[in-house]
């Protein structure tokens, strides 16, 4: 069923448009009926907060579209981007499965339709449904790994040119290669990207400036190539 927003919102999670390769897409059909019977689908304009950091854990979030940033702020009003998260991915396991509150604050960055379940429901589906457990301890492990490649990028990085090489083969893993280089699409403002990599908004576009003039990236709007993507893995030590 479409909304005036042209969202796609689906009756059941089998039937729906939006199921990929997600959290919960790949679940058999019985852990699906689960659960479809706790799930609600909201949507959510650009710019809206999911739940912030320290707030007691009302459920777990299933994002089906868009894109939700995730980011810790300091007594000082320091923010810092731990991460963006893609279509399938959960929002707010590690609270809910711990009973500690939300370590971090999401926020859209599109327009999302996003899958609330509660956390009395959710922890019963875990306990009733083995695979889901199994799915649960699989995104656990992947955050984890994702928590250690942050460190590697901002502790160990020495300077902000190698962390922003390093941030930039990450958002291009993956992206189109093209005759003019790996072509992705760059959609965050210099000051999110400075969030994500521990830097300010005019270090990274000083940064940028010099990478284009070393033809280590070459920029159209929000299209970016990178030309040369050894010449940047070199830059960034990985």
Same mark, same amino acid.
């Given at each position: 069923?479409?909304?005036?927003?042209?969202?796609?919102?689906?009756?059941?999670?089998?039937?729906c448009?939006?199921?990929?390769?997600?959290?919960?897409?790949?679940?058999?059909?019985?852990?699906?009926?689960?659960?479809?019977?706790?799930?609600?689908?909201?949507?959510?304009?650009?710019?809206?907060?999911?739940?912030?950091?320290?707030?007691?854990?009302?459920?777990?979030f299933?994002?089906?579209?868009?894109?939700?940033k995730l980011?810790?702020?300091?007594?000082?009003?320091?923010?810092?981007?731990?991460?963006?998260?893609?279509?399938?991915?959960?929002?707010?396991?590690?609270?809910?499965?711990?009973?500690r509150?939300?370590?971090?604050?999401?926020?859209?960055?599109?327009?999302?339709?996003?899958n609330?379940?509660?956390?009395?429901d959710?922890?019963?589906?875990l306990?009733q449904?083995?695979?889901?457990?199994?799915?649960?301890?699989?995104?656990?492990?992947?955050s984890?790994?994702?928590?250690?490649?942050?460190?590697?990028?901002l502790?160990?990085?020495?300077s902000?040119?190698?962390?922003?090489?390093?941030?930039?083969?990450?958002?291009?893993?993956?992206?189109?290669?093209?005759?003019?280089?790996?072509?992705?699409r760059?959609?965050?403002?210099?000051e999110?990207?400075?969030? %994500?990599? @521990? &830097?300010?908004?005019?270090?990274?576009? *000083? #940064?940028?400036? /010099?990478?284009?003039? =070393?033809?280590?990236?070459? %920029?159209? @709007? &929000?299209?970016?190539?990178?030309?040369? *993507? #050894?010449?940047? /893995?070199?830059?960034? =030590?990985?």
């Amino acid at each position: 069923m479409a909304t005036p927003s042209g969202m796609e919102v689906s009756r059941n999670c089998e039937e729906c448009s939006l199921r990929g390769e997600g959290f919960f897409c790949n679940l058999a059909q019985p852990s699906l009926n689960a659960l479809d019977l706790i799930r609600l689908t909201n949507r959510y304009p650009k710019g809206a907060i999911l739940f912030v950091e320290q707030e007691a854990p009302r459920g777990v979030f299933v994002l089906c579209k868009g894109r939700i940033k995730l980011s810790m702020t300091s007594s000082e009003g320091k923010t810092v981007m731990l991460r963006i998260l893609q279509p399938g991915e959960v929002l707010g396991l590690h609270a809910v499965v711990s009973g500690r509150p939300y370590q971090a604050t999401a926020t859209t960055l599109d327009s999302c339709q996003v899958n609330f379940i509660r956390r009395e429901d959710f922890l019963r589906l875990l306990s009733q449904q083995a695979e889901a457990m199994l799915h649960v301890s699989q995104q656990l492990s992947n955050s984890y790994e994702d928590a250690c490649e942050q460190i590697r990028s901002l502790g160990l990085a020495h300077s902000v040119a190698e962390k922003l090489a390093r941030f930039l083969l990450q958002s291009s893993a993956g992206c189109e290669q093209t005759t003019q280089g790996i072509r992705l699409r760059m959609t965050m403002t210099h000051e999110e990207i400075g969030q %994500a990599i @521990g &830097s300010s908004r005019e270090t990274v576009t *000083r #940064t940028f400036a /010099a990478f284009k003039k =070393n033809h280590l990236v070459a %920029a159209h @709007g &929000s299209v970016m190539w990178i030309p040369n *993507r #050894t010449a940047l /893995a070199n830059l960034a =030590n990985a």
